[in-house]
Each structure stands twice: as C-alpha cells, then as structure tokens.
C-alpha cells in the first residue's frame, strides 16, 4: 500500500507570492539523490524533521507533489522527476555565484579592464605584463589602446576599470594614481644643427619646423603648451600629418622636421633608423607625468592602490625622471 508522503494534491495551483528557497532546493536535491531521509539529511548536515518539513515547504511553494513514501523506501513522483533536474542546475548556479563571490573578494583575482594611451602602451606595457605574471598570475587584464578622451568615457561609464596615461586629468571624479615623471626629447635628423646637444634652451623651440600628432592626443596638447611657454606664437606653422610616434620619427627620418618625445619612448622609436638623432634640453626639462587613474571610490581602490605602488617600484630601472 502507497502513502503520500506530502499532503499536497495533485494539480493544486503553488501559493502566489511564495519562492523556493535556497535551502528548500537542497533539501530536495539530497533527497532525490539519496531517495532515503536519513541518509540525505545526514549528507547535508540537517536533521531529518527539518529536512521533511523543507521539502514540504517546497512542495507547497511550487504547488506540486515531488515526493511519495511506501513503507520501504522514498520514490519521486513523474513532477520530482522533473524538477530535481532543474533543482540541481539552480544549486550548481548558485555554487558557481558563491565561488565567484570568493573571487572578486579575493584581491588581484578576476578581470581587470585597463586602459592605455597610445604614447604611453608600447612602451610601459612591457614593464607591466612581467608585473602582472610575476606577482598577480590570477588577475585577467585586459588592455584596451585608445585616446584620452575614449579612456576617460570608458572610465566613468563603468566599461574602463583603470587608466595608464598623461596628467593631470582635472576631471570631477577621477582619482590620480602618480608614477612617474619623464622628460621630453627633441628628436632631430642626423645632420640638424641641435643634434647630439645636451643644454638646447626651450626658446629654441620657437622657430623650428616641428612635426606633432594628430588632433586628439594628449603628446599633442602637451607639446603645443611647451611650445607656448618657450615663446612660440601660435601664428609659426606646425605639420601635422602622423598618426603615430613611429611614423612621426621617420618624418623627421626624412628631414621633414623635428618633434619631441617622451623619454621612455626614445630607445624604442629611434633605435631602429641611423638618420636620427637626439637632443636633451637644459635644465629645467620639459616634463610630462604619467599616472593610473581610476574612480573615485571604486570599489577596488584599494587593490588599485597597491597595484600604482608595484609598479612604481617597477619603471624605476627605466631611463625617466621619477617622481
């Protein structure tokens, strides 16, 4: 003889408003893998009352009978058969929320979104993938080359999580994360008349044929204040025709001008053509400084933090001028 194990009915309609419970799902589970109440309750550490009453709690939540009981043994009705199915993918998706969870808890672990300027990313990045495989071998960065101004829409619209590029930003919101300073070098062709020079004055940038980027990089912006400060008007001419920093020295490569660079960059750009040749300029320098920036009070502020002082420690051995 067959006893109900439930005092739910068949094609009763489940209570509005009630939900299954975390709890209540497990309870079931247990039983349906175990289909013995003893056993299940002590594989997942509840006692056989509580355990009965979950599973009925769950029975009258969904409205269904999951559940019948002979005198021998626990059976699943056609419904449990089921939804034990299903009860299971919501435990396993649960777990897998609960790991990610202990992850994103977990400093330096999980996705970092990092965005970099293009006259700061072939030259740092190096420096800073050894960084993030020697001592976060768990944090998935993900690079992302773009302008500043596509950096910093990224940035407070949540697609963007850190910044690598020039400052200052002086945008509400955003916090600065200093690193270094670097000073500009003034890239000539091998037979310019300031090559080689270590003491070229700033004035000297008032008359030169100089080749700059294009519109919207920041090198461009900061260029064309230093040019201000020396006492360029504004009325000399600047060709702008490169993209880039290495199409922008093989310009001057050709003696079409000359152009500045950021001091890390140099070795990279210039190495590679025997017609070009440097020039530093006497002290003071002009500078750049080149910080990470990210929001204010996210979230990771603290992991972010930390990250600005490692690599801090690891662009000192590179030819800049530390902060």
């Given at each position: 003889m067959t006893h109900i194990y439930t005092g739910i009915h068949a094609?009763?309609?489940?209570?509005?408003?009630?939900?299954?419970?975390?709890?209540?799902?497990?309870?079931?589970?247990?039983?349906?893998?175990?289909?013995?109440?003893?056993?299940?309750?002590?594989?997942i550490g509840m006692s056989q009352p509580a355990l009965s009453g979950?599973?009925?709690?769950?029975?009258?939540a969904l409205g269904v009978q999951l559940l019948e009981r002979t005198t021998r043994k626990v059976l699943l009705s056609p419904a449990g058969e089921r939804l034990a199915v299903r009860a299971g993918a919501v435990l396993d998706a649960v777990g897998e929320l609960m790991d990610e969870a202990d992850a994103v808890r977990a400093p330096f672990t999980g996705v970092l979104r990092l965005g970099v300027i293009p006259t700061v990313a072939p030259y740092l990045l190096p420096t800073v993938l050894r960084l993030v495989h020697r001592e976060y071998p768990d944090l998935d960065l993900q690079v992302h080359e773009e302008q500043?101004?596509?950096?910093?829409?990224?940035?407070?619209?949540?697609?963007?999580?850190?910044?690598?590029?020039?400052?200052?930003?002086?945008?509400?919101?955003?916090?600065?994360?200093?690193?270094?300073?670097?000073?500009?070098?003034l890239v000539t062709p091998r037979e310019h008349w300031l090559a080689g020079r270590a003491d070229i004055p700033r004035d000297a940038l008032r008359e030169l044929d100089l080749l700059l980027l294009d519109e919207g990089h920041?090198?461009?912006?900061?260029?064309?204040?230093?040019?201000?400060?020396?006492g360029r008007a504004d009325g000399v001419p600047v060709t702008t025709t490169a993209a880039g920093l290495s199409t922008l020295v093989q310009l001057v490569a050709g003696g079409l001008g000359v152009t500045l660079l950021p001091?890390?960059?140099?070795?990279?750009?210039?190495?590679?053509?025997?017609?070009?040749?440097?020039?530093?300029?006497?002290?003071?320098?002009?500078?750049?400084?080149?910080?990470?920036?990210?929001?204010?009070?996210?979230?990771?502020?603290?992991?972010?933090?930390?990250?600005?002082?490692?690599l801090r420690e690891a662009v000192r051995p590179l030819p800049v001028w530390l902060a």
């Open positions: 094609g009763r309609t489940a209570p509005k408003g009630k939900q299954p419970t975390v709890a209540q799902l497990r309870a079931f589970a247990a039983v349906a893998e175990h289909l013995h109440f003893r056993d299940a309750a002590a594989a979950a599973v009925s709690a769950l029975e009258e500043t101004s596509s950096l910093l829409d990224g940035l407070t619209a949540g697609r963007l999580d850190l910044l690598l590029l020039a400052v200052p930003l002086g945008m509400p919101g955003v916090e600065e994360l200093p690193l270094f300073e670097e000073e500009f070098v920041c090198l461009r912006d900061q260029t064309l204040d230093i040019c201000r400060e020396a001091r890390t960059a140099v070795r990279v750009e210039t190495g590679r053509n025997e017609q070009l040749a440097t020039a530093y300029f006497a002290e003071p320098a002009p500078m750049r400084r080149i910080a990470l920036a990210m929001r204010a009070g996210a979230a990771r502020q603290e992991e972010f933090t930390a990250f600005a002082a490692a």
